[in-house]
């Protein structure tokens, strides 16, 4: 028993019929791109099995008027896009948020085993009468909180405005600060800190309520887990798995991955750097000001910036936003000359035996709450204090290794990849 009757749904159509039971797996793996339409799942399932150049994959099922609740041979299988449901009763598989399923090549099932992990709000039950209970109530629930362009927002007049009011007008030009004088630059410093905190932290009506950190948080692990796939898909078929396109619902309200939230704050920092130079002008008005501050944004977002490796802002969002992952070529895998891990990657690129990927991690941000990942502040906390006691359990050991060296004893050099050290 290898069939199911598979039900998918959107807001405007449904689609039924008797599928593999495979596929019907793939079709729940496709839900990790964020389809909000039957034609934006079928383009999802290229993660999963390898489109046919004449065929659609999803063509066996008809369209119908209401869900086919009789199952067939293995079960029955529900993908409900507008409630954000799954329901399955088959002895197929019991398909989970999180799981893999074999690669199809387009001719077979291939050994590839693809990672996926769906967004949170989506509910799996394992009744139909379940799925009856909870369709329509969670329909009305997502109709009724309609999907937030937080860009608009995060990068508009919004921000620019935040900045003009922020005060740094009172600073001389930083390109005329003295460079020795620490005292001025570490004053403005934490001056700056302090404003950009507050932008991300307050709490906002065109945001839902919501900070703009909590906006730029909210989806940053699973963004990053779905990356993180692509990057083994990647490496495991020697090709880019499909991306998700511009014209996506995913796309158009896509949430913030790692890459973004750190290229957000470098953009920020950039611009709060600069005001004290731009309101030096004579006879500048705060209108005036906002749009050089404009200029100035798009001037840094669309230019390779050397902080990024001669990486342009601008397309490290886009690919992130398509879930696309930062292949890199054989020569910037060499990031020392004298390392022989970095030579052997780069021989391995050029050989075709998979790219490396280039990562953001933040490392250069500001410490505290607002600027780090941790969506809580009792997670930053914890984080913080397990790091601490990490430190002063390394600190003993390394103190016990050299008082042990003082008297004589020979030590072996010590490994830190080894927790217990």
């Given amino acids: 028993m290898s069939e199911v009757k598979l039900n998918i749904i959107d807001a405007q159509t449904t689609l039924t019929g008797t599928i593999h039971g495979s596929v019907a797996d793939s079709c729940v793996a496709a839900l990790s791109a964020e ?3 039957i ?43 507008a409630a954000r449901i799954v329901a399955t009763e088959s002895t197929y598989s019991q398909p989970q948020p999180d799981g893999e399923v074999s690669y199809h090549d387009g001719t077979q099932a291939t050994d590839v085993l693809v ?31 309609l999907p937030l362009d937080a860009r608009a927002i995060l990068y508009g007049p919004a921000l620019l405005d935040f900045i003009a009011t922020s005060g740094l007008e009172r600073h001389a030009p930083t390109s005329e600060l003295d460079k020795d004088d620490e005292e ?30 909590e906006v730029l948080l909210a989806k940053r692990r699973f963004i990053d887990r779905d990356l993180d796939t692509r990057c083994w898909q990647w490496t495991m078929q020697g090709e880019g798995p499909p991306c998700l396109a511009t014209d996506s619902f995913a796309y158009r309200f896509a949430g913030f991955g790692t890459h973004e939230w750190v290229v957000y704050y470098d ?12 309101w030096s002008a004579p006879d500048v008005a705060q209108e005036t000001f906002v749009g050089r501050l404009e200029e100035l944004k798009f001037s840094w977002l669309e230019q390779p910036q050397s902080d990024y490796e001669g990486k342009v802002p601008a397309i490290i969002i886009e690919n992130e936003r398509k879930r696309l992952p930062q292949a890199m070529s054989p020569a910037e895998l060499i990031i020392d000359e004298d390392c022989e891990c970095c030579r052997m990657m780069a021989m391995d690129a050029e050989m075709g035996l998979g790219p490396g990927f280039w990562h953001l991690d933040g490392s250069h941000m500001d410490e505290g709450f607002a600027f780090s990942s941790c969506l809580t502040l009792q997670e930053w906390e914890t984080e913080n204090r397990e790091r ?7 600190d003993r050991k390394m103190e016990e290794r050299r008082e042990r060296i003082a008297l004589g004893e020979l030590v072996e050099e010590p490994s830190f990849s080894d927790p217990s050290f």
Avoid at 63 to 77: K, N, R, T
Avoid at 267 to 278: E, F, I, M, T, Y
Avoid at 388 to 394: A, C, N
């Fill in 35 to 37: 389809p909000e339409t």
């Fill in 115 to 145: 990672p996926y992990q769906l967004p949170a709000d989506w509910l799996f039950v394992n009744s139909v009468d379940a799925y009856r209970w909870s369709a329509d109530r969670r329909r009305r629930q997502r109709e009724k909180n």
């Fill in 267 to 278: 953009l920020v920092r950039h611009l709060l750097w600069s005001a004290p130079d731009l």
């Fill in 184 to 213: 001025k630059q570490q004053a403005l410093a934490e001056e700056i800190s302090n404003i950009h905190a507050a932008w991300l932290m307050n709490p906002r009506e065109d945001l839902n309520g919501q900070s703009p950190r």
């Fill in 39 to 81: 034609a934006e799942m079928e383009a999802s399932l290229g993660r999963y099995i390898k489109p046919h150049e004449s065929e659609r994959c999803l063509v066996c099922l008809r369209s119908s008027s209401e869900i086919d609740s009789e199952p067939w041979d293995a079960g029955l299988v529900i993908i409900d896009l």
């Fill in 388 to 394: 601490e006691e990490f430190d002063r359990e390394f």
